[in-house]
């Protein structure tokens, strides 16, 4: 996981810690703004910095192993567990590079960066004239097992594109979407991000009217980068319900929704492995208000499709 605070990168076991590497600055093996990890090897792992646009390979144990430039402004994309054994990186990137002091292209542009070079491989952009979704706008996705690309779009709509250079895209509404409403910690949650960008404080007067209208907003039912296609070929994908009590993932089967899987606390990143689901959550706030964070390991080996879990 990505300890963000203080620029490193912590591998653990369900038993113990196994390294701990980084640091902040822009010298081999630092960061700037570590953002992505992915798994390159069953013993190595990448690090994409975002402001430094690089991938960095480490063993699990720290050690530096190489380094990549990346185009710039380029978010990846995974797959799953194994996205990165091949030869190329996908992830997307805007539909025009930004002059100084302005914003990057909301359009969204699919691209493949070869894990040797840098260099981009494939590129694909337009993907919004073959998907009408509700808002008439693609949000984020990751490449399918199977060559495809699966975004997310509006609230509730997934896209499915069965090729990646196919001209035809199926648009699907969860079934399982309801219409809820952020909880106090989904606000809490909001204020610290808006209070992030007046430097880390803001006063109270300054803060209460962003509060009143996000609480006034149904929540996006997926949760933000989560998707994740296990070992079997189901795509996980992590939502917005509840996250207080319990947390739940949607569980596809190519097209067709087969079901939810329910965990204990508030979701807030994950990984899978085999049978292995890993859930980085937030236990229920004590009495004085402070959420202890944890990593859960769930044993999916018996999960079925077209079951509640």
């Known amino acids: ?165 196919g001209m035809a895209a199926a648009v699907i509404q969860s079934p399982n979407y309801m219409v809820e409403f952020p909880n106090e910690r989904d606000v809490e949650a909001y204020l610290e991000d808006m209070a992030s960008m007046f430097g880390g404080s803001a006063p109270a007067s300054a803060m209460e009217p962003h509060a009143a209208g996000y609480r006034e907003e149904p929540k996006a039912w997926f949760l933000l980068d989560g998707l994740i296609f296990d070992d079997l070929g189901r795509l996980w994908v992590a939502t917005h319900r509840d996250r207080d009590a319990f947390s739940y993932f949607d569980l596809w089967v190519g097209v067709e929704y087969a079901g939810t899987v329910q965990i204990r606390d508030r979701l807030i990143g994950y990984d899978i492995l085999g049978s292995t689901l890993v859930a980085l959550v937030e236990r229920t706030p004590d009495r004085n208000g402070i959420a202890q964070r944890a990593i859960d390991w769930y044993d999916i080996g018996a999960v079925e499709a077209g079951r509640e879990e």
């Open 1 to 165: 996981m990505i300890d963000s605070y203080n620029f490193r990168v912590v591998c653990v076991t369900p038993d113990e810690r196994i390294g701990e590497f980084g640091g902040k600055g822009d010298g081999p093996g630092e960061f700037t703004r570590p953002v992505w990890l992915g798994r390159v090897a069953l013993d190595r792992v990448g690090v994409v910095d975002t402001r430094q646009n690089r991938l960095t390979v480490f063993k699990t144990d720290g050690e530096l192993v190489s380094d990549l430039s990346l185009p710039s402004l380029f978010w990846p994309r995974s797959a799953g567990p194994t996205s990165l054994f091949g030869e190329g990186l996908l992830g997307v990137t805007p539909g025009t590079q930004p002059e100084e002091g302005t914003r990057p292209s909301a359009e969204t542009v699919l691209v493949e960066v070869s894990l040797q070079s840098g260099e981009v491989l494939w590129h694909r952009r337009g993907l919004e004239e073959i998907a009408t979704t509700e808002c008439g706008k693609l949000g984020s996705g990751i490449p399918t097992p199977s060559g495809g690309y699966v975004l997310k779009a509006c609230k509730r709509e997934l896209v499915f594109l069965e090729d990646r250079d």
